[in-house]
Nanobody, 116 residues
Framework: QVQLVEPGGGLVQPGGSLTLSCAAS????????IGWFRQAPGKERELVAA????????NYADSVKGRFTISRDNAKNAVYLQMNSLKSEDTAVYYC?????????WGQGTQVTVSS
């Protein structure tokens, strides 16, 4: 079954760190750009970070620059989002999204809650 699986969410204290992972099943991520999106209650889904198929290019939302790092390991068919210095406003459901010219896939989402 073609899918993106995102383990790794959870509860973390403000100032803490968390790493999200996104693994592809039944397809290869090599030719896909990957983005991490998030959606907080009552808000629209927003792009947090994105990475090109070869990792040559990355982009970040202003709100996470300097705190979040997106990376990928094509050999493991996985993408990661390292989140540092977490704030309460980072609380949201985080989604992994893979897209190419002809196809795109969404993960099911994982909850990240930043709270003391």
């Amino acid at each position: 079954q073609v899918q993106l699986v995102e383990p790794g969410g959870g509860l973390v204290q403000p100032g803490g760190s968390l790493t999200l992972s996104c693994a592809a099943s039944a397809f290869t991520l090599d030719y896909y750009a990957i983005g991490w999106f998030r959606q907080a209650p009552g808000k629209e889904r927003e792009l947090v970070a994105a990475i090109s198929p070869t990792s040559r290019s990355t982009n970040y939302a202003d709100s996470v620059k300097g705190r979040f790092t997106i990376s990928r390991d094509n050999a493991k068919n996985a993408v990661y989002l390292q989140m540092n210095s977490l704030k309460s406003e980072d609380t949201a459901v985080y989604y992994c999204h893979a897209w190419s010219v002809s196809r795109n896939y969404w993960g099911q989402g994982t909850q990240v809650t930043v709270s003391s």
